[in-house]
């Protein structure tokens, strides 16, 4: 277990990240400025540890597959960010965002990371307004709140629906400031295709640019990966249709363990699959669920229209099941119960799958403005994609992939097994444990990039002051290039008879039906088949059409399928690694009598991190113990 | 239903382009105008075609990618909607769809109706933030910011970059976007402080660029897909002229 | 400063300043014009002496040649610009709904330029240079401009066409020029937008309805 040493440092829980600061070491200005940095990805995480580096001197080298960082997925987050301000004088505390983050992710999160994020959530909210990110506001002046699923508190900061728009904006308006002082290099529209390894450590990538696509090499002190989550593995899920695994997937590849892959999180209010050519599925916020009721008819296979539907008909099955959060349980147990409801036959819509967000009540007792006021252009979005408004009939909502809280293994540094390689953000797999709270995924990107990595890099550059940069030609790189551009060529060689797109679906089929939102041992070790035959086909049968050398959207796709086929058979053997059930890992193999996730502490309490052995051999286990000295570790119960 | 497509398609940035005619046939009216083209391309491919290039990614029209101007209109018809929340259904059967890219010298085309957008990114790093590091920020509650002057200051910010108002203006000017941004941070007591340096070199800057000035038509506006107002364009032009008269450069 | 000449918002700048000062001759203009429709040309005689012989009007004189100018050449180069700033443009005309004279504003110009040159011409050239027969008012001895204005509108029926339509355009200048003014020089804001825009249209009928109402009243009075 020597390669996972998490180096958490010593001391009482909310001391440790103070004791660490005080005895990191550092780089003084005048050194810093000899240092470069690489990061990929300049979404909520990226742009402000890209922009962080710059401020403090070091020279950065920012890399996003997109036109732009404001595109990067976290533009699409919606409720809102927490914070551990306290408020509305509710008893909120660091302790407390941090128990409710230990006790939402199912307990299979590293306490000292997580008490780290709830210390620091308070500074991100204030460089995030100080950057000009217009939270909303109470008439006072002062920053208002809202409350989200799985807390008692209400500590979310929001603006609007689209929190994460303003949030990404302010990290980008700070990146694009040292973009135009010159500390920042941007290189958009880059994909990256390998890391590069120089005497065990991380010294830089090769990417693609998709303008040109010529293969590009890119030599820094460290790398920092911001490169996001990878929940397209369903092909349909929430997030944005390029949103990919490939920098993750290449990390892991060169000797970077991978966490918990399994741990992904469902998403219960999610517009339902509408018609069978459809690319993505539209998330509603989670925030709706704070006014809206969830509910079926009590009748199965009622057909009345929901107005038509009298209250004593109908079932409000989170409040029945869980009167104490009543609608507000965290996401992994709101979609269960909705995916219950559904399978017995309950569900609603064209296709029986999807249940009733209704918010008749909630327009009655505020009346329409404030609920405008609060959920107006989520209503907007939702009329504009159903036709219906959810001012009049409620909305249908279902399920569908969102998050992964897995992702690359890292210690308290951040850093992975691959010494000078970083993951934040949602690609690493530190805070979140088996199921992400509400508002923390904002919350943790910010975190990590303005307040955590700036920190822990700069402990790790210390020692690397009188290192150079290595040459670009040196024989790694050119293996690096080599190595991706025979992968490259080989995609447009197959010359077969299938689209990249048409194997992502069906490999999102795969991995919906047997490792989505319930998993049980027969459908993983089908789903292993299934995925193995279906990259056989892909590498004898895709088809991928023009040129190495130009803009070519089909090759782009084609390498991030190739690297999703994979992971799905990384995610599955950690599924059927993992015999419990623990947040949104659901084995059916392992639940209570009522039917609840049952967590098996005394063989699972650790984390599962993963190492590539070669192409087809399976990977190596190794098992990070978690310690919970802070909480006492309990059946999660929101009844 | 079925319907033909006459798309721009051009190799690359220096290629000449010519519209292409496509039909399609079994489209459905809940797909997606993306959803659409993607089935086209699946299409194409199939047949041994070149696909036809276009951007796209969040589908819920947050992230700016779609460029696309269909029938006479940036992101197609339909109030407030970004491309993606087009939908088949509002097309006849048998109808002719014309697909362009944005057309602007500041946006030029990188292949069939992808731009190169770079532009607004340039804008942005000439001032469109505000200066000031990580760890420096005082409490957010330090700063009180009215409610009306927040709800105002996030309608601004609500731009997505899509550029649909540099592709809806007869001039291509880009004034809305940069008065959304401006008027943004100058709407807030953080932003105030560097507000007149940020008015004049976002306006150089976007001057420099090859965008055209406004001439107050309203086109913007009306294709924005999140309405941002002109008179957002109006404070602009307010900022910018106090600073011009008021600031020795 | 010297940036400011040269930035877009600028240039647009002084296209409001000249077009509101146009906008403000133009209250003028109609002033002494309407006294035509009172008595018998006496009391419009006697203004538009005073006008073109006082001291004062002498300085504004120039100035307002100047306004014209500026007015045109900015008009000229911004378009100019604007039009290079799409070098190719779309294959389906845009059917994004906005007033026809915002769009055409420079097309509107120039076809008022046209007729101001034959308005030049026909009044302030002849004022100006012409042989004006003089009457006697007050024992003083002043130019008749009101049997020139009355001989004009009179005697050639196309002249009041051509003079009507040029009010016209003048008309769909204003109801854009007006509002669009005070936007760019920053006097706009989400209220007043609306409300800007309904003075514009007041404004552009007031103006407009005087100037096309005299020559009907001419035709009226002494043709029909």
Redesign the interface.
């Known amino acids: 277990m020597s390669k996972l040493d998490a180096k958490i440092p010593e001391g009482p829980l909310a001391e440790k990240w103070s004791r660490y600061k005080a005895t990191q070491k550092l780089v003084s200005p005048n050194n810093r400025k000899k240092l470069d940095i690489i990061v990929v990805g300049t979404g909520i995480a990226g742009a402000p540890v890209a922009a962080s580096f710059a401020e403090m001197g070091y020279n950065v080298k920012a890399f996003c597959f997109q036109d732009s960082p404001r595109r990067a997925h976290s533009v699409a987050a919606q409720g809102g960010i927490n914070a551990a301000r306290n408020n509305k004088n509710d008893g909120d505390s660091a302790y407390r965002l941090f128990y409710d983050t230990i006790k939402g992710g199912d307990y299979r999160a590293r306490e000292a990371n997580v008490y780290r994020l709830a210390e620091v959530s308070a500074s991100v909210i204030d460089q995030l307004t100080a950057q000009g990110v217009p939270f909303a506001r109470e008439y006072g002046g002062t920053l208002a709140n809202r409350t989200f699923g799985g807390v008692q508190v209400s500590r979310t900061n929001y603006a609007q629906g689209q929190t994460g728009q303003q949030v990404l904006l302010g990290g980008y308006s700070a990146l694009k400031r040292q973009v135009g002082l010159g500390k920042v290099k941007m290189y958009a529209r880059r994909q990256m295709l390998d890391i590069v390894i120089i005497d065990g450590k991380a010294r830089g990538i090769v990417t693609r640019n998709l303008v040109t696509g010529e293969i590009e090499r890119y030599a820094a002190h460290c790398v920092v990966l911001a490169t996001g989550g990878y929940g397209t593995i369903y092909y349909l899920s929430t997030l944005a249709v390029q949103s990919n695994a490939s920098a993750a997937m290449q990390a892991y590849r060169k000797g970077a363990l991978f966490g918990n892959p399994s741990f992904i999180q469902i998403h219960p209010t999610c517009i339902p699959v509408l018609n069978e050519y459809q690319s993505k599925l539209t998330l509603m916020s989670e925030s709706l669920r704070n006014d809206g009721r969830i509910w079926v008819p009590k009748k199965e296979g009622d057909k009345r229209k929901p107005k038509e539907i009298p209250d004593a008909e109908r079932d409000y099955f989170l409040e029945r099941r869980y009167p104490a959060f009543g609608n507000l349980v965290p996401r992994d147990v709101a979609s269960r119960a909705a995916k219950e409801r559904c399978d017995n036959g309950f569900g609603v819509g064209k296709t029986g799958l999807a249940v009733y967000l209704d918010f008749r009540d909630a327009v009655a007792k505020q009346g329409k403005k404030v609920i405008k006021n609060k959920y107006g252009n989520l209503f907007a979005m939702y009329e504009k994609i159903t036709g219906d408004s959810p001012y009049e009939t409620p909305m249908m909502i279902y399920p569908a992939g969102h998050y992964t809280m897995g992702g690359l293994w890292v210690d308290y540094n951040l850093q992975t097994t691959i010494p000078g390689l970083f993951a934040i953000g949602e690609a690493n797999f530190s805070d979140h444990g088996a199921n992400r709270l509400g508002a923390n995924s904002l919350l943790q990107g910010a975190a990590d990039g303005y307040f955590v990595a700036p920190y822990t890099v700069s402990n790790y550059l210390a020692d690397e002051i009188t290192t150079k940069v290595p040459s670009t030609d040196s024989p790694e790189f050119v293996e690096a290039e080599n190595n991706a551009k025979v992968i490259l060529e080989k995609f447009l060689n197959i010359n077969g008879t299938k689209t990249a797109t048409s194997f992502h679906k069906r490999l999102g089929n795969i991995m919906w039906t047997h490792a989505g939102m319930q998993r049980n041992e027969e459908g993983l070790k089908k789903a292993l088949v299934e995925i193995d035959e279906l990259k056989k086909e892909f590498w004898s049968d895709l088809k991928i059409p023009g040129k190495m050398d130009e803009i070519n959207q089909e090759l782009e796709k084609a390498s991030r399928v190739a690297d999703f086929i994979d992971l799905a058979k990384l995610i599955v053997t950690d599924a059927l690694n993992r015999k419990e059930s623990c947040g949104g890992h659901y084995r059916e193999e392992s639940r209570t009598e009522g039917g609840e996730a049952m967590r098996i502490d005394e063989e699972y309490s650790y984390v599962a991190a993963w190492e590539y052995q070669g192409d087809d051999k399976e990977p190596t286990l190794h098992k990070e113990e978690l310690k919970f000295e802070n909480v006492e570790v309990k059946v999660r119960s929101y009844k | 239903m079925k319907i033909k497509l006459?798309i721009?398609k051009q190799?690359?940035a220096k290629a000449k382009g010519r519209?292409e005619k496509y039909e399609l046939d079994g489209v459905?009216a809940?797909?997606s105008f993306?959803?659409?083209l993607?089935?086209l391309?699946?299409k194409?491919?199939?047949e041994?075609?070149?696909?036809v290039?276009f951007?796209?990614?969040?589908?819920?029209?947050?992230?700016?990618?779609c460029s696309l101007?269909i029938?006479?209109?940036?992101h197609g018809p339909?109030k407030?909607?970004a491309t993606c929340?087009v939908?088949m259904r509002s097309f006849k059967d048998g109808e002719t769809i014309?697909v362009?890219p944005w057309?602007?010298?500041?946006f030029p085309v990188?292949?069939d109706l992808?731009v190169?957008?770079?532009a607004?990114?340039k804008i942005?790093?000439?001032?469109?933030?505000?200066?000031?590091?990580?760890?420096?920020?005082?409490?957010?509650?330090s700063?009180?910011?009215?409610?009306v002057d927040?709800?105002k200051?996030?309608d601004a910010?609500?731009c997505?970059?899509c550029g649909a108002c540099v592709a809806?203006c007869?001039?291509?000017?880009a004034?809305l976007f940069v008065a959304a941004k401006v008027s943004?941070?100058a709407l807030?007591p953080?932003?105030k402080v560097e507000a007149k340096r940020r008015a004049?070199s976002m306006?150089?800057k976007?001057?420099e660029l090859?965008?055209?000035?406004?001439?107050?038509?309203?086109?913007c506006e009306?294709?924005c897909p999140k309405s941002i107002?002109?008179?957002f364009?109006?404070?602009?032009?307010?900022?910018?002229?106090?600073a011009?008269f008021s600031e020795s450069? | 400063m010297t940036k400011f000449f040269t930035s877009s918002i600028g240039q647009k700048f002084f296209m409001s300043i000249t077009g509101l000062f146009l906008m403000l001759f133009l209250i003028v203009h109609l002033t002494i014009n309407s006294l035509l429709l009172f008595g018998d040309g006496t009391l419009f005689n006697q203004a538009a002496n005073f006008m073109g012989s006082n001291p004062v009007m002498k300085v504004i004189e120039p100035i307002l040649g100047l306004g014209f100018i500026l007015h045109i050449i900015y008009a000229a180069y911004i378009t100019l610009k604007n039009v290079k700033a799409r070098p190719k443009g779309y294959k389906v005309t845009t059917k994004t709904k906005v007033s026809w004279a915002s769009k055409n504003m420079f097309i509107l110009g120039v076809l008022i330029f046209i007729f101001l040159v034959i308005h030049l011409a026909n009044f302030f050239w002849k004022v100006k240079f012409g042989n004006i027969e003089t009457i006697m008012v007050e024992g003083k001895e002043i130019h008749d401009l009101y049997a020139l204005v009355a001989g004009l509108f009179k005697g050639w029926w196309w002249y009041n066409v051509i003079y009507i339509v040029g009010v016209i355009f003048l008309f769909l200048h204003l109801t854009h020029g007006f509002w669009s003014a005070f936007q760019t020089i920053g006097w706009d804001n989400e209220k007043w937008m609306p409300r800007l825009k309904v003075i514009g249209y007041i404004y552009s009928i007031i103006i407009c309805g005087g100037f096309a109402f005299i020559p009907m009243y001419f035709l009226i009075k002494y043709v029909v």
Request: with cysteine.
């Open positions: 006459n721009w190799a690359n519209f459905d809940e797909m993306l959803e659409m993607d089935s391309n699946e194409l491919i199939k041994g075609k070149e696909p290039a951007e796209h990614d969040c589908h819920e029209a947050i992230c700016g990618c101007y029938n006479g209109y940036p339909g407030e909607v929340q939908h014309t362009e057309r602007a010298k500041g990188m292949k992808m190169d957008r770079d607004f990114d942005m790093a000439a001032g469109g933030f505000v200066s000031i590091d990580a760890g420096q920020a005082p409490d957010a509650n700063i009180l910011v009215g409610k927040a709800d200051a996030f910010a609500a997505i970059g809806a007869k001039n291509s000017s004034m943004q941070l807030l953080q932003g004049l306006v150089a976007m001057d090859g965008f055209g000035s406004c001439t107050n038509t309203g086109a009306i294709e107002g002109i008179d364009i109006a404070k602009l032009n307010r900022e910018y002229l106090s011009s450069e």
